[in-house]
């Protein structure tokens, strides 16, 4: 079955940067781009971006342009983000999916929680 | 960039049907997707390509699509199914995938 298994929570200072990660597995890793979103607390889903898994191109929001990376490892079936320059407003659970056929998110990972405190 | 607009919260009562709308410009011309998020749990899909349903969701879950309106609709609702959901489309212009704000879904 198709699985998405997130790094644990992490907890970093303001400046700092945090990595992601994105565990993949029972399917065909390099066929379905994966997403990425994040949930400030009590707020609603925001997207940041996605990576095409086949050949590592990616396209982030334009919120997140200059702080956020996304690459992958098809080696390991492991997608990454990482986010620079963290401030408390960075703050969220952050969300690994998959790109579904018509661009949904049809598997979801269980999400990693970045708390961002001095 | 494209806006979805969703009423922050709906209330219905046990085996009533409950009605969620995502208003956005022209949704009628887009695929429109609906998740289900549980507190403390990630989205779960429920519906995609407007009216779809995953394997393993109910048929209790369908969705429509038309005008400036898309809805998810819940009918013979159960306590089960208290949770926010969020509507999303992919737009070719601005960020390309955007997701409404979120309807808490209230049972009585």
């Known amino acids: 079955q198709v699985q998405l298994v997130q790094s644990g929570a992490e907890v970093k200072k303001p400046g700092a940067s945090v990595r992601v990660s994105c565990k993949a597995s029972g399917y065909s890793f390099s066929e379905y781009n994966i997403i990425w979103v994040r949930q400030a607390p009590g707020r609603g889903l925001e997207w940041m971006g996605w990576i095409t898994t086949y050949n590592g191109n990616t396209n982030h929001a334009q919120n997140f342009q200059d702080r956020v990376t996304m690459t992958r490892d098809t080696s390991t079936t492991t997608a990454y983000m990482d986010l620079r320059g963290l401030t408390s407003d960075d703050t969220a659970m952050y969300y690994c999916?998959?790109?579904?056929?018509?661009?949904?998110?049809?598997?979801w990972g269980q999400g990693t929680l970045v708390t961002v405190s001095s | 960039s494209y806006v979805l607009t969703q009423p922050p919260s709906v209330s219905v009562a046990p085996g009533e049907t409950a009605r969620i709308t995502c208003g956005g410009n022209s949704i009628g011309s887009k695929s429109v997707h609906w998740y289900q998020q549980k507190p403390g749990q990630a989205p779960v899909l429920v519906v995609y390509d407007d009216s779809d349903r995953p394997s393993g969701i109910p048929e209790r879950f369908s969705g429509s699509n038309f005008g400036n309106t898309a809805t998810l609709t819940i009918s013979r609702v159960e306590a089960g199914d208290e949770a926010d959901y969020y509507c999303?489309?992919?737009?070719?212009?601005?960020?390309?995938?955007?997701f409404g704000g979120g309807t808490r879904l209230t049972v009585l």
């Open positions: 999916a998959r790109e579904g056929v018509v661009r949904e998110c049809d598997y």
């Open positions: 999303q489309v992919w737009d070719s212009s601005g960020d390309p995938w955007v």
